[in-house]
């Protein structure tokens, strides 16, 4: 079951922030965010693991609530090239292998 | 080139033939995986592969066949191509057996089936 990403478009203004949410109904291992341009290949931004770890982008911060099977990502200050649709991607724990079940996408436009 | 790469890009055929989408990467990445794009559903995982002749289905793995001879290689063949294919297809591959590391994804191939 894929999770559920909201909202699912957002318009911003340049320096303004967001948040894009995932939520799951499995108990997961860890939250991949990745970014998708149009026309282009997803990006990988950040990886939050279940206890606490993280890798990723400087400039993008993001929360992992293990219990709560959520997870948040934050964008502050936007700039034009944040510009895209935004995915979450899980992983459950007790998965075979390193597979990702992602959301449905966050489009988000950055104007002037 | 170094990275992924998938071919062809852009794939045009009619309902009922095989087509077989390519995908090749360089970092001797163990995983890799096929996923398809369509509106509205995000990316879907069809296929996914732990090794050279570990291959394993993913969501939507129904009318599609994978192989793995080689660690770099990872072809996706539809046997008798239907217009529901019709999708973006990427390849993607990791270097780690959980989800501790980013999937890298290739260009995608845009394919089309009348």
């Known amino acids: 079951q894929q999770p559920v990403q909201s909202p699912q478009a957002v318009i911003l203004r340049e320096g303004e922030d967001a948040v894009i949410n995932c939520s799951s109904s499995k108990a997961l291992y860890s939250v991949h965010w990745y970014r998708q341009k149009h026309g282009e290949a997803p990006v990988f931004l950040m990886i939050?693991?279940?206890?606490?770890e993280q890798k990723g982008h400087e400039k993008i911060s993001a929360s992992f609530n293990e219990k709560k099977q959520q997870s948040s990502l934050y964008l502050t200050a936007s700039q034009l090239s944040y510009s895209g649709t935004y995915f979450c991607g899980t992983e459950e724990v007790g998965s075979s292998g390193d597979k990702l079940t992602f959301g449905t996408g966050t489009r988000l436009a950055v104007r002037p | 080139d170094a990275g992924i790469t998938q071919s062809p890009r852009y794939k045009i055929t009619e309902t009922g033939r095989q087509v077989t989408l390519m995908c090749h990467q360089t970092?001797?990445?163990?995983?890799m995986f096929w996923y398809r794009q369509d509106l509205g559903h995000g990316l879907r995982l069809i296929y996914y592969s732990a090794a050279a002749d570990i291959t394993d289905k993913g969501e939507v793995p129904d009318g599609y066949v994978v192989s793995r001879s080689k660690t770099e290689n990872f072809p996706l063949t539809l046997e008798s191509a239907t217009r529901s294919q019709t999708s973006v297809y990427f390849c993607a591959s990791s270097e780690t057996d959980r989800g501790s590391d980013e999937q890298y994804f290739g260009p995608g191939t845009r394919l089309t089936v009348t």
């Open positions: 970092w001797s990445h163990s995983y």
């Open positions: 939050l693991l279940k206890g606490g």
